[in-house]
């Protein structure tokens, strides 16, 4: 097991083959956690990644905008990045659909890009950015 640098835990977050999928976990009123899997894609020092209006995740970053993330190998021998943050949500971002498009063609592949774009980059649909604060990884935690 190895600590990567910051860079490195960029590289990771920018893997595009295959991308990694990222596990956000925010906090419910009550003060329970609350983890749901997103999409996501890196811009500069920020992580974006987009959700229903009327999600939970929504409501709950709405209220309390600090979320951590994480991004794992699901196999052999895993490793994994931690981004802790603060959300910053635009509820009606103009490039939104640029977003959708672009964050459904790093998963779906750059065919499916603009099918993506036309499905998600809709009313309703919000663009969320995390200014990257905190970032904590290993390599191969099971070498």
């Not at 295959?18 to 899997?37: E, Y």
């Not at 987009?50 to 190998?73: F, Q, Y």
């Not at 052999?76 to 498009?101: C, H, K, M, N």
């Not at 459904?104 to 663009?127: C, S």
Request: charged share 25%.
């Amino acid at each position: 097991m190895q600590k990567m640098s910051r860079a490195e835990c960029l590289e990771y977050l920018r893997r595009a083959d295959p991308p990694h999928t990222g596990k956000l976990a925010t906090v419910r009123a009550d003060g329970r956690p609350h983890v749901a899997p997103i999409w996501y894609d890196v811009d500069g020092d920020e992580l974006v990644f987009m959700t229903w209006h009327e999600s939970v995740k929504a409501a709950n970053m709405r209220r309390d905008p600090r979320v951590c993330l994480c991004m794992d190998d699901e196999t052999p021998p895993f490793s994994f990045v931690q981004v802790e943050g603060v959300a910053t949500i635009e509820a009606q971002a103009a490039d939104l659909r640029y977003w959708a498009a672009r964050i459904g063609g790093r998963y779906m592949g750059a065919e499916n890009a603009e099918a993506y774009g036309v499905r998600n980059g809709v009313p309703g649909e919000l663009l969320v950015r995390v200014k990257l604060a905190k970032l904590v990884g290993f390599w191969e935690m099971a070498a």
